[in-house]
T-cell receptor, first 114, second 115 residues
Framework: AQKITQTQPGMFVQEKEAVTLDCTYD???????LFWYKQPSSGEMIFLIY??????QNATEGRYSLNFQKARKSANLVISASQLGDSAMYFC???????????FGIGTKLQVIP | EADIYQTPRYLVIGTGKKITLECSQT?????MYWYQQDPGMELHLIHY???????EKGDLSSESTVSRIRTEHFPLTLESARPSHTSQYLC??????????????FGPGTRLTVL
């Protein structure tokens, strides 16, 4: 079974608008961490934001915030005030306690329109 | 800012050649990883290491091999490259503080094309 599901292969957003990228996950471990990465066309993976399963508040990093709904096993990334440089692939990922490996979703391609 | 380096960034090579993709990090991280990623697709873990002289195969079967003789260096070798090996290879490392906040930091990747 897929542990990380990203159901939006591609998204468009107008510059300066907000956009939400969906991510759902599957785990029976109560302790886990969720990550979002950005991959521009140049290929490198850039860490954006982290949410721990026991964190009471949603994580925020500048224009990025993570809408964490634990009961629904959802960890959506919200990008506010989109910029042209936000055009990239976005990957959701998870690591479970004691499990050294990180599982990645298939990604969502975001395109910001001027 | 993570200091993890990969060389070469781009490599075009003929079938049957032996190649080594280099990965180095200057952060003293014990854990290092190699991922394979086809264009527009998800990352697949092919190798990882917990420290010097420790290597494990990942979730995706790969004909490549790795070594970890020094903490900072985690090279990947293909003894005989084939067109099916054409892909992007991403190296990553992370610290071990025992917290889930241990983020993986990625290198810039190597785009390999085997003709």
């Amino acid at each position: 079974a897929q542990k990380i599901t990203q159901t939006q292969p591609g998204m468009f957003v107008q510059e300066k608008e907000a956009v939400t990228l969906d991510c759902t996950y599957d785990t029976s471990d109560p302790s886990y961490g969720l990550f979002w990465y950005k991959q521009p066309s140049s290929g490198e993976m850039i860490f954006l934001i982290y949410q721990g399963s026991y964190d009471q508040q949603n994580a925020t990093e500048g224009r990025y915030s993570l809408n964490f709904q634990k009961a629904r096993k959802s960890a959506n990334l919200v990008i506010s005030a989109s910029q042209l440089g936000d055009s990239a692939m976005y990957f959701c990922a998870m690591r479970e306690r004691g499990y050294q490996k990180v599982t990645f979703g298939i990604g969502t391609k975001l395109q910001v329109i001027p | 800012e993570a200091d993890i380096y990969q060389t070469p960034r781009y490599l075009v090579i003929g079938t049957g050649k032996k190649i080594t993709l280099e990965c180095s990090q200057t952060m003293g991280h014990d854990k290092m990883y190699w991922y394979q990623q086809d264009p527009g697709m998800e990352l697949h873990l092919i190798h990882y290491s917990y420290g010097v002289n420790s290597t494990e195969k990942g979730d995706l079967s790969s004909e490549s091999t790795v070594s970890r003789i020094r903490t900072e260096h985690f090279p990947l070798t293909l003894e005989s490259a084939r067109p099916s090996h054409t892909s992007q290879y991403l190296c990553a490392s992370r610290p071990e503080t025992g917290e889930f906040t241990d983020t993986q930091y990625f290198g810039p990747g190597t785009r390999l094309t085997v003709l």
